[in-house]
């Protein structure tokens, strides 16, 4: 029974150490993805990812507390993942500093990429070791079988029932997990983005609001919400119908991605109306220049399946903390400015109260 509880012991050991690398790859897909497109949400999945990684640590520290030839290992990974993280932080720092476009971006991954072969190649050299173990413990176990009586193979039959019921009630286990991770993952998904564009919702602009708000306020410097509506689509939707409108949504949103940048968060509020989040810029003329941007996209007919449809963007600028000091504040503003816009001939941009 000793050597049975030492073996299932090796076994949460060594599912740990493979939960770890998970853990590690998911922080760093978290850092990857906010490094490529500037969302804020991916940093969610990076402090997860962080928080499972040092809990699974302090597991395995302690389940390996006897361990003298697997605790050198374990010591060595925990350097290498102390280093992972200061490198992840460090590059999210250069990110919020230098932009999207950046030169780090090449240096995080390469160096992201040799931290992580070191970990995992520490994560299988641990996993062998315990593999190895494990099949001492299977040998000494074999061993007192053929060592015991008629009446301990009886027990040893049941001891393999148990412990292949065990394995299979820990694959099943397993694999619901599985399962329910990816499906959970979907749902989070679809609650915070547009079914049909696939950007962020009304509910990711609040909470991307309130963090871009946040940060601003604490460092001193300046954001702006654009608050779009497109010119002309009640027209389409009535002449062509609701399918033609929503295809042609979805080609204005990728044309509007086209033209931002990566540290900038755009998001379907509802209907034909878009929010634009510039969290990063140094002078007022970069706001002008990026409306006159946006709206240059319609300067000819937009194609949707082989149809000239002619729409254009109403736009409302406010600044923070010029045209309010509070976000219900800045997106009223933005969309007081935006019917300015449309009162002005449509297809325009206005800044608040200007």
Do not use: W
């Amino acid at each position: 029974m000793s050597f049975s509880e030492q073996k299932d012991l090796v076994d949460r050991q060594r599912y740990d150490v493979a939960a770890l690398g998970k853990a590690i790859t998911n922080a760093e897909s978290g850092q990857r993805g906010y490094l490529l497109t500037g969302h804020t949400l991916f940093l969610d999945t990076m402090e997860q990812g962080r928080v499972e990684t040092h809990r699974l640590l302090a597991r395995l520290d302690k389940r390996i507390a006897k361990a003298d030839e697997i605790r050198p290992e374990l010591e060595r990974v925990k350097q290498l993942v102390h280093q992972k993280f200061d490198a992840i932080d460090k590059s999210i720092q250069v990110q919020m500093r230098a932009g999207s476009y950046a030169s780090h971006l090449t240096l995080s991954k390469d160096k992201g990429r040799e931290l992580m072969k070191l970990i995992n190649d520490r994560l299988s050299e641990m996993d062998g070791k315990l593999e190895h173990l494990r099949g001492d413990y299977e040998q000494e176990i074999r061993q007192r079988v053929i060592e015991a009586v008629i009446g301990a193979v009886l027990l040893c039959m049941l001891i393999i029932g148990v412990l292949l019921f065990s394995y299979r009630s820990t694959t099943d286990l397993l694999e619901q997990m599985l399962k329910t991770q990816a499906v959970t993952e979907q749902l989070s998904h679809q609650v915070d983005h547009d079914l049909l564009t696939g950007l962020p919702n009304r509910r990711s602009v609040d909470e991307h609001l309130e963090t871009v708000f946040q940060r601003s306020r604490h460092v001193s410097k300046p954001f702006a919400i654009f608050f779009m509506d497109l010119d002309g689509f009640k027209h389409v939707n009535d002449e062509y119908g609701h399918e033609i409108g929503d295809a042609l949504l979805v080609e204005v949103s990728s044309m509007f991605q086209k033209v931002l940048r990566q540290t900038d968060f755009l998001a379907r509020q509802g209907g034909d109306e878009f929010v634009l989040v510039v969290g990063s810029y140094l002078h007022r003329m970069e706001l002008v220049q990026l409306a006159q941007r946006l709206i240059k996209l319609f300067s000819r007919p937009v194609i949707v399946r082989t149809m000239a449809l002619n729409i254009g963007v109403s736009i409302g600028i406010a600044e923070y903390p010029r045209h309010g000091k509070q976000v219900k504040q800045l997106l009223h503003a933005a969309d007081k400015a935006m019917y300015v816009s449309k009162k002005n001939g449509k297809n325009s941009f206005s800044f608040d109260g200007e």
